[in-house]
């Protein structure tokens, strides 16, 4: 009779802090846990999508430390410490984000299944500060696709976003 080979010890879960949506959490996550899956499947955070689970599509765009991530190819522990805004913290005090306002004023969407990685991909990409033209938009949010080809109205309203932020820093100025 053969020897019987032993199995391997459980793998014990990793304790990290998040700050997510401005909320502070100490969770407890296989090694192997995605960003994306600790959000939507733990935290019930259903807005960041699961597309391609692959970084092709940008459908689970979230934003870590205000750059943004492709989720389903993050691990949560390399997060550890991190502040990460979903689609859900975008709005602040019931007031709509400056780029979810662009997003309905010029109709940015249709199925509605990339808009929150589209979202945080635009929030992300104003706080970059290298997008000044259409072109410039169409290519650093060349990660995140739609299925539906609603781009022109996406990149409209990634201009008025911008243009929206431009007038606020001059007035404040």
């Not at 991190?82 to 969407?109: C, K, M, S, W, Y």
């Amino acid at each position: 009779m053969p020897e019987e080979t032993p199995l391997a010890p459980p793998i014990a879960p990793h304790t990290i802090d998040l700050t997510i949506n401005g909320t502070a959490h100490r969770l407890d996550v296989a090694p192997w846990t995605t960003l994306l899956d600790l959000l939507r499947e733990d935290l019930k955070l259903t807005g960041t999508k699961k597309g391609c689970d692959h970084g092709q599509c940008g459908a689970c765009t979230v934003l870590v430390d205000g750059k943004r991530v492709n989720s389903c190819l993050t691990l949560a522990v390399m997060k550890d410490g991190a502040t990460v805004t979903t689609v859900e913290g975008l709005a602040r005090n019931g007031q709509l984000h400056p780029v979810q306002e662009a997003f309905i004023a010029r109709d940015a969407f249709q199925c509605g299944y990339c808009t929150p990685g589209q979202l945080c991909s635009a929030v992300g990409l104003m706080a970059e500060g290298h997008a000044h033209s259409a072109e410039e938009i169409r290519e650093l949010m060349s990660g995140n696709l739609c299925r539906c080809g609603a781009y022109a109205n996406i990149v409209a309203a990634v201009q008025d976003a911008l243009a929206a932020q431009s007038t606020q820093r001059e007035a404040a100025e």
